[in-house]
């Protein structure tokens, strides 16, 4: 047994004991055992996770995706790894996720831990841990209430990387927020060397349109989504970094998957859209990183599945019902141009909370576009949450037609227009917390199997 000190033993034993109650009678509570443990011990954090190999993943967009991905790469290259795949990405969460793995008896093997980390909690893990790799996805507005606009959340994020400047930067080389990042670190980028959509006009609701040097607008070669792409500025020359890991070809775009040439080697990404394209580059990248084999980082990017509300998809009365996690405009203008892929005849269930995990302020629904759902081949479009009138307002003035509308107050009523639903899909697009509350009614239903 490693020697450690007395409060950090009883920290650990307390911890682990909430664990085990908290997933036998709860089926779940990651973050209660974490708060515990760092009462007891405000430094156990250092201790239960000093033997590994650490990779931090932060950002507004892809964290909990690009996380799996990275997570089974390194699962299938035959190394030990843990990570929080519950997604509780606060300080307490990560800590029980470390509690719950450590082994009192001394263990000399190489461990690795993908962890993944909400931006304004970054500061406090990288006050006791040195990561490895330090992953930052991109910013958006997000949950303005909690964050401010994308500059504050870059210096949330920023306040974290000082901590900690031996770590390596993996860095979306087309967000124009994180190039010329004034830090010691090591710094590497990722990004596309081909554009989507040929777009190269902002819209008028992106994020950081300005130039972080001069506030010039940025001129773009290609947009990808959002205020991501090939950017550049007139005015002072800033502009995009060269790229150490790039998309070459998107070759196909499903609704289930893409197939895309990166760094010229061909791989299919088991999960659609252009922003999940951004996810399994960033996991490529990680890996590259960590020295793992072409053909592992092919076979994991292709089997690693959606989960846990991001494009998760199940079966509800002989229909695929697919579970999308929604929280901002970029995120969700994305989600809407993957479901838009689909030819079928569609039904639409909109989800909307505003508790505070999802943020307070739901004004942000009026900067998504809804109008391009008028084009869809919608039979049905439900509408449920706390704030589901809000959406109902926003679908009906986007020009959907009303009539098709079934208006849901209770889970009970929500899966029975969910089963009455015609055709053969149905897509949920929810906010965190409805996301979350509507999974836990499907698991007591046993439509759901694993809840976390």
Request: proline residues 2%; charged residues 20%.
């Amino acid at each position: 047994m490693s020697v450690i000190k007395i409060k950090s033993l009883l920290s650990i034993l307390i911890s682990k004991v909430i664990i085990k109650l908290s997933k036998t009678l709860f089926k779940g509570g990651s973050n209660f055992p974490g708060k515990v443990a760092l009462k007891l011990d405000k430094n156990i954090l250092s201790t239960v996770a000093k033997d590994y190999k650490i990779i931090l993943v932060t950002g507004t967009n892809g964290k909990t995706t690009t996380t799996s991905m990275i997570y089974n790469m390194i699962k299938s290259n035959n190394k030990s790894v843990i990570t929080n795949s519950t997604g509780a990405n606060l300080e307490p969460g990560i800590t029980s996720c470390f509690i719950d793995n450590y082994r009192f008896n001394k263990d000399t093997s190489e461990k690795y831990a993908v962890i993944e980390v909400d931006e304004a909690n970054l500061k406090f893990i990288t006050e006791y841990l040195v990561p490895k790799i330090i992953i930052v996805t991109n910013l958006f507005r997000d949950q303005l209430d909690r964050y401010g606009e994308v500059y504050t959340t870059l210096t949330k994020i920023l306040e974290g990387i000082v901590k900690s400047p031996e770590s390596t930067l993996l860095l979306n080389g087309d967000e124009s927020l994180l190039g010329d990042l004034k830090v010691p670190n090591p710094q590497l980028f990722y990004g596309f060397e081909c554009s989507p959509n040929k777009s190269t006009v902002v819209d008028i609701n992106a994020d950081a349109k300005f130039c972080k040097n001069c506030k010039n607008a940025y001129s773009y070669e290609f947009i990808t989504y959002n205020h991501l792409g090939k950017f550049y500025c007139e005015k002072c020359g800033y502009k995009r970094p060269a790229l150490d890991y790039f998309v070459n070809s998107i070759d196909e775009l499903t609704t289930s998957s893409s197939l895309v040439k990166i760094n010229d080697f061909q791989y299919t990404i088991n999960q659609p859209g252009v922003y999940n394209i951004y996810n399994g580059l960033c996991a490529v990248a990680a890996a590259k990183i960590l020295e793992i084999d072409e053909e592992v980082i092919s076979s994991a990017l292709k089997t690693t599945a959606s989960s846990f509300g991001r494009q998760e998809s199940i079966q509800i009365n002989g229909k695929e019902v697919k579970i999308i996690l929604v929280k901002n405009p970029a995120g969700y203008n994305e989600a809407l141009n993957t479901v838009s892929i689909d030819q079928r005849s569609l039904n639409l269930c909109m989800l909307l909370n505003d508790n505070y995990a999802d943020g307070r302020d739901v004004s942000w629904i009026w900067d998504v576009n809804f109008e391009q759902l008028k084009n869809l081949n919608i039979a049905n479009t439900i509408v449920g949450g706390s704030r589901l009138y809000d959406m109902a307002v926003r679908l009906k003035v986007a020009g959907l037609d009303y009539s098709k509308f079934s208006v849901c107050e209770n889970h009970e009523t929500l899966l029975k227009s969910i089963e009455d639903c015609p055709g053969e899909i149905v897509y949920i697009l929810a906010t965190y917390t409805a996301m979350i509350n509507f999974r836990k009614f499907l698991h007591g239903k046993k439509l759901i199997k694993t809840l976390w």
